[in-house]
């Protein structure tokens, strides 16, 4: 596949450093309130990504951090820290803040159809990894101790900024915004690997160390998260583009720090999903999340919808009107997929094979998701039988993870109660739960009633020409494949 990689700022074509296998990492959630439906963006493509990977044949061995300690408000190593926040806000403990919120997330994921990752790992859980590399970090001359803290020397590498053109100046405001130097750093955008002094309220859970109790800064837990369960090269990092800098930039530096070689070959990040005032962020406290999606009758799966039909290198804006236009195309799918037929012969295994060169070359280029519902469409309009039809849809929702045939199943049986009780005087009719063949069975019933014989005999041969046949009985009518 093509894929842009923010790192060279270009659409490359996708390499591993083990053919055939790719090692993917994504950053995960902090876990002190629910995600809202733009982080959500950033985890679907990411999902959508992992899976048209997998498609393609690769084995995918993906990783991802839940971020339990040590993220402060701000990302350049100032504020409280984000957990303690949110255990003051409820009342509870860090850890119960976590637990919470962790399987808050994972249910949401699941929801929207987001699979869990091969890898999770809680940063809490790796804490002695962590101490580990930071001493490693200062015995090669790359981190220092000041103030009580450790901090990553920006200054012993030949390049910092990698994911921007923009000079360092640029770059360098969002860390000076408001933000009081810290006196200890050498260099402005030198960054904390260990706390064990904080001008904030004391962290609640902390660790002892070479250099003192104290907690982990929060970019060190993806490098060493990822260095532990992906190894050495790393073909694939993911997160939204907020992460780029400074997070990303300073997973660049530790890791290649520390490993005396390019770590990370591939960058992927997720534009943001906007509301029309502004970003969508949790810190501000209102955000939209899937519940409330949910308590608003909307699937949780038309949001999915939403987001494929958008690229993931363009901000996206949330509106209410603009995810009722997506729950109604969606709903109007499963309608066109429920309304095909399951008798009608074999899959044609060369039409299939064309439709799918098609997906693979459309989503293949820089993941184009619209493309690839697009070409959904393409399968309901092409000239194959429906059971081709179905076996293309099905083989597309690896990747797109829309349970198609799951929910056009569903539709059909809702279709198919209704139909038994749709007759008058309680008509009731059965068979194979076939909402097509259930509604002419009822038109002969009813012709009959209308005392329309030849309209009846013409239904009953109609059957008969697709094999079914149909036994009046008292009450209604049952009908089966011959
Ligand atoms: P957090 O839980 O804050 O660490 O963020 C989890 C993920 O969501 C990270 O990859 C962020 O970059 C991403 N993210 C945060 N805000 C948004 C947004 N408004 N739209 C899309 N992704 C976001
Ligand atoms: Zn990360």
Request: glycine share 10%; hydrophobic share 25%; net charge negative.
């Given at each position: 596949m093509y894929l842009y990689n923010s790192a060279t700022h270009k659409k490359e074509e996708f390499r591993t450093?083990?053919?055939?296998?790719v090692e993917m990492y994504t950053c995960g959630?902090?876990?002190?309130h629910f995600a809202h439906i733009g982080n959500l963006r950033s985890y679907i493509m990411e999902d959508v990504l992992e899976k048209f990977l997998r498609y393609e044949g690769y084995d995918v061995n993906r990783v991802m951090n839940i971020?339990?300690?040590?993220?402060?408000?701000?990302?350049?190593?100032?504020?409280?820290?984000k957990m303690l926040k949110g255990a003051k806000r409820e009342n509870k403990s860090v850890m119960d803040i976590a637990r919470f919120y962790t399987d808050a997330f994972f249910d949401d994921c699941a929801k929207l159809n987001i699979k869990t990752p091969d890898v999770v790992q809680p940063a809490t859980g790796l804490i002695g990894e962590f101490i580990r590399v930071v001493s490693a970090l200062i015995d090669r001359g790359y981190a220092y101790l000041a103030g009580g803290n450790v901090y990553f020397d920006?200054?012993?590498?030949?390049?910092?900024?990698?994911?921007?053109?923009?000079d360092e100046e640029d770059l360098a405001v969002g860390v000076r915004e408001g933000v009081e130097e810290?006196?200890?750093?050498?260099?402005?955008?030198d960054f904390v690997?260990?706390?064990?002094?904080?001008?904030f309220e004391d962290q609640a859970l902390k660790w002892d160390s070479p250099w003192g109790v104290g907690y982990p800064g929060w970019h060190i837990e993806c490098s060493c998260i990822s260095m532990k369960?992906?190894?050495?090269?790393?073909?694939l990092h993911c997160g939204?583009?907020?992460?780029?800098?400074p997070h990303h930039t300073n997973e660049i530096a530790q890791s290649e720090a520390y490993l005396g070689h390019p770590w990370c070959a591939q960058w992927f990040h997720v534009h943001h999903l906007n509301t029309n005032s502004g970003k969508m962020s949790k810190?501000?406290?209102?955000f939209l999340t899937v519940s409330l999606l949910e308590e608003k009758g909307y699937d949780p799966l038309a949001y999915r919808f939403f987001c494929l039909q958008?690229?993931?290198?363009k901000g996206l804006v949330f509106s209410w009107e603009n995810l009722d236009n997506a729950a109604g195309a969606y709903n109007k799918l499963i309608k066109r997929i429920a309304a095909?037929?399951?008798?009608?012969?074999?899959?044609?295994e060369e039409a299939a094979a064309q439709l799918k060169e098609r997906f693979l070359t459309q989503v293949g280029n820089d993941l184009n998701t619209a493309q690839g519902i697009t070409c959904l469409y393409d399968v309901l309009k092409a000239p194959v039988n429906d059971v081709t039809k179905r076996a293309v849809l099905a083989s597309f929702d690896q990747v797109l993870s829309l349970s198609l045939l799951e929910k056009a199943a569903a539709l059909r049986e809702k279709e198919a109660a209704q139909a038994k009780t749709a007759g008058?005087?309680?008509f009731t009719i059965q068979g194979g739960g076939d909402p097509e063949i259930d509604a002419l069975v009822l038109q002969r019933a009813e012709a009959k009633k209308a005392k329309n014989f030849a309209e009846a005999d013409r239904i009953r041969e109609e059957l008969k020409g697709r094999g079914i046949e149909v036994t009046d009985v008292p009450g209604g009518a049952v009908w089966k494949r011959i």
């Open positions: 450093h083990t053919p055939g296998r959630p902090t876990v002190y971020t339990d300690v040590g993220h402060l408000a701000s990302d350049a190593d100032t504020g409280e820290d920006t200054s012993r590498l030949d390049r910092y900024y990698v994911f921007n053109d923009h810290d006196e200890n750093k050498r260099n402005k955008n690997l260990w706390f064990t002094k904080s001008k369960f992906n190894g050495e090269y790393l073909d939204g583009v907020d992460n780029a800098f810190s501000k406290g209102e958008s690229h993931y290198r095909l037929t399951r008798l009608d012969g074999a899959v044609d008058a005087d309680g």
